[in-house]
């Protein structure tokens, strides 16, 4: 059932820099995840599955691809009274400049906000999380919360990417810093050793990091955005309205991760082949959505295929692919060997060459090993991509292939000929 007492705003501008190269043409929340869905889809999920149905998603970088996907999407129907709405960034008589921030983002848009419901959900674009936001609602009116922070455990090697904050036994927010990187408030910041646990990777978790998901009383969100001048929520409003506001922090229990790395964003994807994910894209009564394609069910001819994931309108040939995720139309020829890898797939299937041979995907006798292939890559034959030299970060090549953190990255379109050694 909807409920029109809350209006979702998602922050979807960011340029998701240390995504490149995977960012180069698109903003992060358009970047593919899971096979064949896009990372703004889990949001838009999650409040659809809750019943918010008055949706806002705030763009800037790169926005043409997400906006495209968003249009096809998410389309209500005349008689549900709700909508998926897209703001993008623009220059008016009024307005002059771009988004500066979080906070800015929110504040150039807040006449277009005068109509929402009392409660406003800002969500980010590019996590990864399923959140029953209904509960998360009703824990901000049972506290008679002017702000609520949703938070999770997180461990000392994730402190410098998060905010982290102080609470009390009744979950008040006490102070917050945003990304600190000085030991000494850092350690400030770590929770007594008898309330740690061990997250999902056996890390001891230390602090208390906010999601970046925040729940505001509306009225309370336009004051603070007009008596403010600050530009980001999270460095500056955040800290600054704890003083004047109840801030409560809302304890989530489940997966949650921020991709924002490639090593994050495939470390995320390899979780994903696994018999029992973190993150379950199968769950049918909390689906996530995205673009109906109708698309051929997957074929394969001889292929040998373990924990791995393959979307439909693949067509695989005598191949083996072991820890890995195929997207949707990827062409993999015979002979070819796939090892903890994501191929991205394809947005259209390629007119045949004179060969007979698709020329978008992989050729045939390839060996790909710990690697990202954007869509639309035409790799020829007899190509091994196994970061040979044991490279942990290379800088874009004559391909503008890239390494991080020991991963090959293959952006959008490359074309790879055959025999290639890297």
């Given at each position: 059932m909807s409920n029109p007492r809350v209006t979702s705003i998602i922050l979807a501008g960011g340029q998701g820099s240390r995504l490149h190269p995977l960012t180069k043409t698109r903003s992060k929340p358009?970047?593919?995840?899971?096979?064949?869905?896009?990372?703004?889809?889990?949001?838009?999920?999650?409040?659809?599955?809750?019943?918010?149905?008055?949706?806002?998603?705030?763009?800037?970088?790169?926005?043409e691809s997400l906006h495209r996907h968003i249009f096809q999407t998410y389309r209500m129907d005349n008689f549900s009274?709700?909508?998926?709405?897209?703001?993008?960034?623009?220059?008016?008589?009024?307005?002059?400049?771009?988004?500066?921030?979080?906070?800015?983002?929110?504040?150039?848009?807040?006449?277009?906000?005068?109509?929402?419901?009392?409660?406003?959900?800002?969500?980010?674009?590019?996590?990864?999380?399923?959140?029953?936001?209904?509960?998360?609602?009703?824990?901000h009116y049972e506290k008679k919360a002017d702000l609520?922070?949703?938070?999770?455990?997180?461990?000392?090697?994730?402190?410098?990417?998060?905010?982290?904050?102080?609470?009390?036994?009744?979950?008040?927010?006490?102070?917050?810093?945003?990304?600190?990187?000085?030991?000494?408030?850092?350690k400030d910041f770590e929770i007594p050793a008898k309330l740690r646990t061990k997250d999902s990777r056996g890390e001891e978790t230390t602090h208390v990091g906010s999601m970046g998901i925040y729940l505001f009383n509306k009225n309370v969100l336009f004051d603070i955005l007009e008596k403010y001048d600050h530009k980001d929520f999270g460095k500056q409003i955040i800290p600054a309205a704890i003083d004047n506001y109840n801030v409560y922090a809302y304890p989530f229990e489940g997966y949650w991760e921020d991709i924002g790395t490639i090593k994050a964003f495939f470390d995320a994807h390899m979780a994903l082949t696994a018999n029992k994910p973190p993150f379950n894209f199968y769950d049918q009564n909390r689906?996530?959505?995205t673009h109906a394609r109708f698309?051929?069910?997957?074929?394969?001819?001889?292929?040998?295929?373990?924990?791995?994931?393959?979307?439909?309108?693949?067509?695989i040939g005598d191949a083996?692919?072991?820890?890995?995720?195929?997207?949707?139309?990827?062409?993999?020829?015979?002979?070819?060997?796939?090892?903890?890898?994501?191929?991205?797939?394809?947005?259209?299937?390629?007119s045949e060459d004179t060969s007979g041979h698709s020329q978008l995907g992989i050729g045939k006798k390839c060996q790909i090993k710990n690697a990202i292939l954007d869509?639309?890559?035409?790799?020829?034959?007899?190509?091994?991509?196994?970061?040979?030299?044991?490279?942990?970060?290379?800088?874009?090549?004559?391909?503008?292939?890239?390494?991080?953190?020991?991963?090959?990255?293959?952006?959008?379109g490359t074309v790879v000929p055959s025999g290639y050694v890297m």
């Open positions: 358009a970047v593919p995840i899971g096979g064949k869905f896009r990372l703004i889809d889990i949001p838009i999920s999650n409040c659809l599955n809750h019943g918010i149905r008055h949706i806002c998603v705030l763009t800037q970088f790169a926005s009274k709700g909508f998926v709405s897209v703001l993008a960034a623009s220059q008016t008589l009024d307005e002059k400049g771009w988004y500066e921030g979080t906070a800015d983002a929110v504040r150039k848009n807040l006449s277009n906000f005068k109509q929402a419901g009392e409660t406003v959900l800002l969500l980010s674009g590019d996590h990864l999380y399923r959140m029953d936001f209904e509960n998360f609602v009703n824990f609520t922070l949703s938070v999770i455990p997180v461990p000392r090697s994730t402190v410098s990417e998060l905010g982290v904050l102080k609470m009390d036994s009744n979950y008040k927010v006490l102070d917050f810093v945003e990304k600190p990187k000085d030991d000494k408030i850092i689906p996530i959505f698309l051929p069910a997957a074929k394969f001819s001889g292929s040998r295929i373990d924990s791995s994931i393959i979307c439909e309108g693949s067509m083996v692919i072991t820890d890995s995720i195929i997207g949707v139309r990827s062409i993999i020829g015979s002979g070819s060997s796939l090892s903890r890898v994501i191929f991205m797939g394809a947005d259209y299937y390629d869509k639309d890559v035409s790799i020829g034959d007899d190509v091994q991509l196994v970061n040979v030299n044991n490279l942990q970060n290379a800088e874009e090549n004559e391909l503008g292939i890239v390494i991080r953190d020991g991963i090959i990255v293959v952006p959008k």
